[in-house]
T-cell receptor, first 115, second 113 residues
Framework: KQEVTQIPAALSVPEGENLVLNCSFT??????LQWFRQDPGKGLTSLLL?????REQTSGRLNASLDKSSGRSTLYIAASQPGDSATYLC??????????????FGRGTQLTVWP | DTEVTQTPKHLVMGMTNKKSLKCEQH?????MYWYKQKAKKPPELMFV???????INESVPSRFSPECPNSSLLNLHLHALQPEDSALYLC????????????FGAGSRLTVL
């Protein structure tokens, strides 16, 4: 069964710092990997989607990389702002057998950016 | 329209009540999902509908009954729930191909007394 792990579980930084959030997964048979943001008590906002054939995706201050063979992804946040404070979830989508169609989530990294 | 709309945002119900959660999207997505999320935990898949047919049921108790009346709507009927069923219920949709992004709604916060 696919296991997704996110490190660190929590991160507290001053405004302006560049950040790296880590995600690892045990089964490399994935369609894609998606990074989400979740504010307290709210739904999930999709940040970036990386297909299994891609190495990275960028959106504004966010850059996500994928190393499928080693089962790792990183989310890089440049010049962090207090508005970036949220929980960041990594999820992988299975591509075969019993994993097909399923999205497997990590437990998230809770980020706090203070002014 | 690029949104998934869930109603109600909040629901409080007793263990003998019957209620429903609703989800709607108009993005032409033919795959729709129900997830359950407890506090400080990741979302857990409950059901997947593909072309209005149930394709995945993650061994969810029968007190949760999904329904997909058409390609834009997804319901979750609730009956005889337990207090431990209190959670945030998230609906999502996507194109059927596994390569596509899932778009999530804002969720329905359910409290069972």
């Amino acid at each position: 069964k696919q296991e997704v792990t996110q490190i660190p579980a929590a991160l507290s930084v001053p405004e302006g710092e560049n950040l790296v959030l880590n995600c690892s997964f045990t089964d490399s048979a994935i369609y894609n990997l998606q990074w989400f943001r979740q504010d307290p008590g709210k739904g999930l906002t999709s940040l970036l989607l990386i297909q299994s054939s891609q190495r990275e995706q960028t959106s504004g201050r966010l850059n996500a990389s994928l190393d499928k063979s080693s089962g790792r992804s990183t989310l890089y946040i440049a010049a962090s702002q207090p508005g970036d404070s949220a929980t960041y979830l990594c999820a992988v989508r299975g591509d075969r057998g019993s994993t097909l169609g399923r999205l497997y989530f990590g437990r998230g990294t809770q980020l706090t950016v203070w002014p | 329209d690029t949104e998934v709309t869930q109603t109600p945002k909040h629901l409080v119900m007793g263990m003998t009540n019957k209620k429903s959660l609703k989800c709607e999207q108009h993005m032409g997505h033919r795959a729709m999902y129900w997830y359950k999320q407890k506090a400080k935990k990741p979302p857990e898949l409950m059901f997947v509908y593909s072309y209005e047919k149930l394709s995945i049921n993650e061994s969810v108790p029968s007190r949760f009954s999904p329904e997909c009346p058409n390609s834009s709507l997804l319901n979750l009927h609730l009956h005889a729930l337990q207090p431990e069923d209190s959670a945030l219920y998230l609906c999502a949709s996507s194109f059927v191909s596994g390569a596509n992004v899932l778009t999530f709604g804002a969720g329905s916060r359910l409290t069972v007394l």
